[in-house]
């Protein structure tokens, strides 16, 4: 028998009983969990993760991937899945031109990878879907860091795993910088903040629950691991990292009191010319970087980062984070204040497109499997054979105006320009350095993309990783 909270759960969800059997409905039907009061919680910065041992041109890093509990909500320890016990996962910071090396450790009783988000890697440590690291065992990842300062992240890959391996933890992020970087007078060290938001649900003994695909019941926003969490900041510029680390949950982020962004960095590094946004949208796995400035607001104002895109009316889903603006003199000056050049950097020329591949993602509406073209992953089979230095373009299409379904397209390996979407130019903002591209139902859009690092086999895939769980994943392979 249902009571009446569970009746107006049910309601909740009724729009996507089509799109899920059964079953996966139970999870919805529970007990509210303990919740800690609204930004009563100091924000958890990931700690930066120290080598182990390093060598003139390359630093080395052991991690161990492994279940722990946290303490996310009150009075409750959450199993997790987790790198070095961290929630999330310890952040690396790397430098252009200096290789990271890690050896991740599988001590779950699942196997794993790991996938550089965003990097430039050879093939054999890109974290394919089937390079597994069993249970007990070890893999080395090399990373040459030879791309543009970008903030990339870490998750895990292990295919029909990787949701649900994500949505429990393994995700964490990485910090790649540049001269360029370095030389812009940006804020750094505690000025710098990383934040990885995801949504999440719970059971009423604060334990994670994962249902596929079920994108209206995840209620809680966590901002590094928990929810609605603030920051005391001072009245200075801050630079935010913004990594949208959920499963398939879209961000609007917008902050209270009419406060701008200014947006510096999109996925794959800088922008040539920063960008003033009074809104930043994050599909799953795009990432932004912005300044935000503090100094003009009053003390002991509080400032709050809400999102406008929420599926749902609930409070914790709108008002994410709360920054808490202390009371010292406003600091305009300083190697960190000044103002930034119009021109940040100078775009890299991708070259002229020899061939144009049309990639159609759609969910078969009787299985609800998830299609590139048809068909689903198959890692027997290579979607795209494209030579070593060739451009294409790839136009991408979101079939499914039906179930209204969204996706996002990742491409491993490379960083590629949105020419247009639906006949119309991108933006500057979001179109170039990307490595995800968000599709609305029944959009067309076309992409840029030079093929001229290394050659291998990579995956293609929907970053609504539930989705590529359910195999929209693809392959290309580049060839000399």
Known sequence: MLNRRDAIKLGSVAAVAMA????????????????PAPFSVPLRIPPVLAPTRSTPDTDYYNI??????????????????????????????ARRGRNTVVTQTNGMSTPATVHLHGANVPASSDGYPLDLIEPGQSRVYHYPNNQPAATLWYHDHAHHMEAEHVYRGLAGAYLLSDPIDQALPLPQGKFDVPLLIRDAKFDKDGQFVFVPDDFQNRPTILVNGLPQPYLKVQRRVYRLRLINAANIQPFTFRLSN?????????????????????????????????LVDFRSVAPGTNVVLEDTFSFTNVESKRS????????????F???HSNTLPDRLVDEVPLGHATNTRRFLMQADPNTLEFLINGKPFDPNRVDATIKHGTTEIWEIVNGDTALQIPHAMHLHLVQFRVLDRNGNPEPAYDAYPKDTVRLHPGDFVRILVTFNSYIGRYPFHCHFIDHSSHSMMGQFEVVA
């Not at 994050?282 to 970087?289: F, G, K, T």
């Not at 994410?320 to 600091?331: D, P, R, T, Y």
Request: proline share 10%.
């Open 20 to 35: 899920l059997p059964g079953g996966r409905l139970a999870a919805a039907l529970s007990d509210d969990p303990p919740v």
């Open 64 to 93: 161990q991937i492994r279940e722990t509990e946290q303490k996310i909500l009150p009075g409750v320890r959450t199993k997790t899945l987790t790198y070095n016990g961290s929630f999330p996962g310890p952040t690396i910071r």
């Open 258 to 290: 009419g406060m701008q962004f200014l947006q510096i960095a999109s996925d794959g590094g800088f922008l040539s010319i920063p960008a003033v946004r009074q809104e930043i949208d994050l599909w799953p796995s795009e990432r932004a970087e912005v």
């Open 320 to 331: 994410i984070m709360q920054f808490q603006v202390g009371h010292n003199a406003a600091q």
């Open 333 to 335: 000056d300083g190697p």
